[in-house]
């Protein structure tokens, strides 16, 4: 019995290890004087849109499946529908993304069976699989239908086979017939026919609850595609290049009680119109055109034109009881921080007029760069508060990608960071980019040459590292002059590689952890002096670490994104990983030569998209570390420690004087509290990088600092202070430590 207790009491306790403790939360964002409104919602690419009433309020909110950088797997993201008649506006919650069945290449909602809930529909291999709507006061999905079938042969005799999808279509869920039940657009497996498959539910059974089809016509609208326009009246069987991926969206757009229809398809940039002059049992598309939504008016608003694949997506946004259209690229080598196009619906009848209205709608409430987002917290500006630096793998313009570096200030306080947008394009790197043909730039920030003054190293999606020299001098607002290019002739194999600039073996010289795309980690060890370093490859399988995400989803890629860090005195490790999760390493007995001990592979269940990429540094100055991940689909989520750990609110963090003499300092300061009564005192120096570097533990309101081994720069010191009312307080001061 002892035995087994041991047993349970390890297994909970490594269980309670893994875990970070921090909870989803927000940090106002401030850009072009607008406070964003989805601030961490992690940014949009390639997106299909639905409706789902996700928190059983009976309106019907926002869903996002975006299949991210084009893998086959995507995330879910819910934006809440909170706004009243007429009224556009809508909060974001991560809290709902588990509650979704892992699906693949596409997903839609559909309330196949009338129950007032929406139905999820998705690919599986050559078809349609179906999740229906179990949810009570819980969301929940329970699989219905692991493939659709069809009887393709109705007026002879039975065959059944399953209704086509390709993987990166998206079919049309409609009632063709206007019966009641739900039927099915999809084109045929050779990419000739976009076939019509009846849903026999009303006609078998008097009710829409069942999926039953059969194929009712295999040239619906007597129409045919290539080359993204459409021919009327003809129907080519020999053109291999028609529909290797479509996207079909079914809306009746003059109310003559016909579906008419809007075409997306691969390697276009329009959206095609076709307006059905026939009827809701025997389709004929009459007329068209690539100048959608200028129809029937031919120049009514801005035409839908986004690079590659665009798809329509009809729904309510703005809670009017009229639909409104949504168009997003359903494949990458598109826009993507600005590929979002919002169309609002003006028609005064229950006819369609849209008139377009943006085109980064919800991108434009929150943290989006492009493809890509590589966060970096540091002092900047050498005020004493971590800013907020996020590289990305490019902004696509014109054709082609852009990389720059994002830098956000920190206007808020130790306790309280609030970060307001300065430039897309810190330190003008995007001349530096494009002079050296760089994409996919991943930055780290440490003084590598013993100035004092914090560095910046660049990796790049070609595998080469790059040296950007601060020349400003200790104490200073950084100032990057001398660009290095790939200066110490590192190319790691396979690309994309994720860089963090780290003393890992602790003698006082930068070195370098470099996340290979194979999933594991490089060790690159500073084997050059302190003020001019020389990198040696030490190992490719650094601490043992693997996060190669599934094979059948990501090919050979794992994307390890590491986030090194010192706690107590032994290191622990945090990955992003090409799938979206996060582990967590430990090195209890700190050997780094020999393997880390992995913790968990899916840490707080987070997974916020895939080539997730991490920051875990205290930002709000309770001396407990907060997490930044930033994902490919060029966004931002926050996680504060404060959630999890029950800081009463109400309990304010007053303001509690003490002074710090001498400031500048060069080898001890010395803190000096007033005369209030405490129980305990706690103080935590941080570097401009927000790293730990001093800890002092139930001191008196007198004591001293030791920094005489610490490198010159500006230093926060944080106190907290803990009352016999046992109310907390936290003040913070700049130390500016000289040599």
């Known amino acids: 019995m002892r035995k087994c207790t041991a047993i349970l009491f390890v297994l909970i306790f490594n269980s309670l290890v893994a875990q970070l403790p921090i909870g989803f939360d927000t940090i106002q964002v401030i850009e072009n004087n607008k406070s964003l409104k989805l601030a961490w919602a992690g940014g949009l690419n390639s997106c299909l849109f639905s409706e789902l009433d996700i928190n059983n309020d009976g309106k019907n909110d926002l869903i996002a499946f975006d299949k991210v950088n084009n893998f086959s797997y995507g995330i879910f993201r819910c934006f809440i529908n ?58 929940s999905f329970t699989l219905e239908k692991s493939i659709l079938i069809s009887n393709t042969t109705p007026s002879a005799t039975p065959n059944y086979a399953a209704i086509y999808s390709a993987a990166i279509s998206l079919p049309g869920f409609s009632d063709i017939d206007n019966d009641g039940d739900m039927d099915v657009l999809t084109f045929s497996a050779g990419g000739f026919q976009l076939e019509y498959h009846k849903n026999l539910s009303k006609e078998l059974y008097n009710h829409a609850d069942s999926l039953v089809f059969e194929l009712n016509e295999n040239t619906w609208g007597n129409f045919s595609e290539s080359n993204c326009a459409v021919m009327l009246n003809q129907f080519k069987l020999n053109d291999n290049s028609l529909h290797s991926g479509s996207c079909l969206t079914c809306f009746d757009r003059n109310n003559d009680g016909d579906k008419d229809l809007l075409l997306g398809d691969v390697a276009c940039n329009k959206l095609l119109y076709l307006e059905n002059t026939g009827t809701n049992t025997l389709a004929h598309m009459g007329d068209t055109t690539i100048l959608y939504p200028n129809y029937p008016n031919k120049a009514s608003t801005t035409i839908v034109s986004l690079n590659n694949f665009p798809c329509g997506h009809y729904i309510d946004i703005n809670n009017d009881s009229k639909k409104d259209l949504i168009v997003a690229p359903n ?14 619906n003006t028609s005064s009848t229950n006819t369609v007029n849209f008139q377009f209205s943006k085109n980064n709608f919800l991108q434009d409430e929150m943290l989006e760069h492009g493809e890509g987002a590589y966060p970096v917290l540091v002092d900047v500006d050498a005020d004493g508060l971590l800013d907020l630096i996020v590289g990305n793998m490019g902004y696509y313009q014109n054709g082609v990608l852009k990389s720059q570096l994002a830098f956000y200030k920190n206007i808020g306080s130790l306790t309280q960071p609030s970060y307001s947008l300065i430039t897309r394009d810190y330190a003008n790197i995007s001349t530096f980019a494009a002079t050296n043909n760089l994409v996919g730039l991943v930055p780290s920030f440490g003084d590598i040459d013993g100035d004092s003054d914090i560095d910046l190293i660049l990796s790049d999606f070609y595998g080469k590292i790059h040296w950007i020299e601060n020349t400003a001098g200790a104490g200073n607002a950084f100032n990057f002059t001398v660009f290095k290019h790939h200066p110490f002739g590192i190319t790691t194999t396979q690309g994309a590689p994720y860089v963090q600039l780290i003393d890992v073996d602790k003698d006082n010289l930068m070195d370098l952890l470099i996340g290979l795309r194979n999933g594991r980690l490089a060790f690159y060890k500073n084997t050059g002096t302190a003020t001019t370093p020389s990198f040696s490859l030490i190992t490719t399988s650094f601490g043992g670490v693997n996060v190669k995400g599934p094979p059948s989803l990501y090919s050979t890629d794992g994307s390890c994104a590491p986030f090194l860090f010192d706690d107590g005195g032994s290191y622990k490790l945090l990955c992003g990983s090409i799938s979206g999760k996060i582990y967590y390493y430990d090195n209890i007995d700190g050997n780094l030569s020999g393997n880390f001990n992995l913790l968990d592979s899916v840490v707080n269940n987070i997974n916020d998209g895939p080539r997730s990429a991490l920051q875990y540094i205290d930002v709000n100055g309770d001396g407990k570390r907060d997490l930044f991940v930033g994902n490919h689909a060029g966004g931002l989520h926050f996680y504060n420690s404060k959630v999890p750990v029950g800081i009463n609110e109400s309990q304010a963090l007053v303001s509690e004087s003490f002074i710090i003499y001498p400031n500048p300092a060069k080898n001890h300061f010395i803190v000096k509290l007033n005369s209030l009564k405490t129980k305990r005192v706690n103080a935590y120096l941080y570097n401009s990088l927000g790293q730990l570097v001093k800890t002092s533990n139930d001191v008196s309101n007198l004591f001293s600092v030791n920094v005489e081994n610490l490198n010159e720069g500006v230093y926060q010191l944080l106190i907290e202070t803990v009352l016999e009312s046992s109310v907390k307080q936290i003040e913070n001061k700049k130390v500016i430590i000289i040599k």
């Open 331 to 344: 494949s990458i080598n598109s826009e993507n921080y600005t590929s979002v196009w919002l169309y609002e």
């Open 82 to 139: 909170e706004g009243g008649n007429g009224e556009t506006k809508y909060s974001y919650s991560n809290k709902y993304n588990s509650l979704f069945p892992t699906v693949t290449q596409w997903a839609y909602f559909y309330d196949y069976n009338n129950d007032g809930k929406k139905d999820l529909f998705t690919y599986t291999i050559g078809g349609i699989k179906v999740f229906k709507n179990s949810s009570v006061s819980t969301l």
